[in-house]
């Protein structure tokens, strides 16, 4: 159950930061509502069907813990248990029918501004709401506006580390296909310029995030919460050393030799990889409890 509830969570993360990154990119990065990345349609709806598919997976594991196994999970009175009289039932029935619609405007509508600003809007919408069934309203026992302060930087961390994600793999797909210098050279600087602020603040509110929940420096070492939060926290500063060594020592390159971009390219996916790893252990971390 632990295990479905994981991988589904996972997936989901992944997912939901193409669904999300997607459409920034665009709006932050293109020359033109019809510009973007390649194959953007097809892989965003593919996107919102995976995010819809691990939803359900997640539903699964959740009513298997709640009916104490598989037997009676997908009973209809344990079934309607966990949507109707649970919060997390209640926010999933919500994230299901924001990602209907995403996945309509996504496969329906027309390359424009208003379209990104809306799937950016529905996409933020869904990312913020998996503070409901996290650590995001938790206040370690520092009163409402300890509570308040962490519920604020576990949707802006999510909301950046989504969209950082997800913007990587749109950068990886448009530098392994750039031929003009001239746009690489814009779609850089502009992505540059995003980055810079999703870092920053993925890092303040993620720093704010370990005070509430590790109120003790030696629950990083004495406990599993603490443990995959270390590794997450170093996950996290690899992906800030191949942003800044990819912003200092190869966007110059790359836009003046094939070899520089195709050198970019490789450190991209890195990055792009790491940040998978480091939604691998947001998902695990969504299952341990915290420090008390």
Excluded at 257 to 277: D, F, N, Y
Aim: aromatic share 8%.
């Amino acid at each position: 159950m632990d295990e479905l509830i994981v991988a589904s969570r996972a997936v989901h993360y992944a997912a939901l930061a193409l669904v999300l990154g997607a459409p920034l990119f665009r709006l932050a990065i293109s020359q033109g509502p019809a510009r973007g990345w390649p194959g953007g349609r097809r892989i965003e709806v593919a996107a919102a069907l995976a995010a819809l598919a691990s939803g359900l997976g997640w539903f699964a594991g959740v009513a298997a813990t709640f009916a104490g196994g598989w037997r009676d999970a997908l009973a209809p009175d344990i079934l309607q248990a966990v949507a109707f009289e649970t919060r997390f039932g209640h926010l999933w029935i919500g994230r299901l029918i924001a990602l209907v619609a995403l996945l309509a405007i996504q496969a329906w509508t027309r390359p424009s501004w208003r379209r990104d600003g809306a799937l950016v809007a529905l996409g933020a919408g869904v990312t913020a709401s998996l503070i409901g069934v996290g650590h995001g309203m938790t206040g370690a026992g520092g009163g409402p506006a300890v509570a308040r302060l962490h519920m604020v930087a576990d949707v802006v961390h999510l909301i950046c580390a989504m969209g950082w994600v997800g913007g990587l793999f749109c950068l990886v797909q448009v530098l392994r296909r750039a031929a003009d210098a001239s746009e690489l050279a814009a779609v850089l600087s502009r992505f540059s310029r995003l980055g810079y602020w999703l870092v920053a603040l993925l890092l303040i509110s993620g720093c704010v995030n370990a005070l509430v929940l590790v109120p003790r420096p030696d629950s990083l070492v004495t406990s599993d919460y603490g443990r995959v939060l270390l590794v997450k926290f170093g996950l996290v500063l690899i992906m800030v050393g191949f942003a800044l060594y990819n912003r200092l020592a190869l966007v110059t390159a790359a836009v003046t030799t094939k070899a520089g971009a195709h050198a970019l390219w490789r450190s991209a996916m890195a990055e792009q990889g790491v940040g998978l790893l480091v939604l691998a252990t947001v998902a695990l971390l969504g299952t341990i409890h915290p420090v008390p």
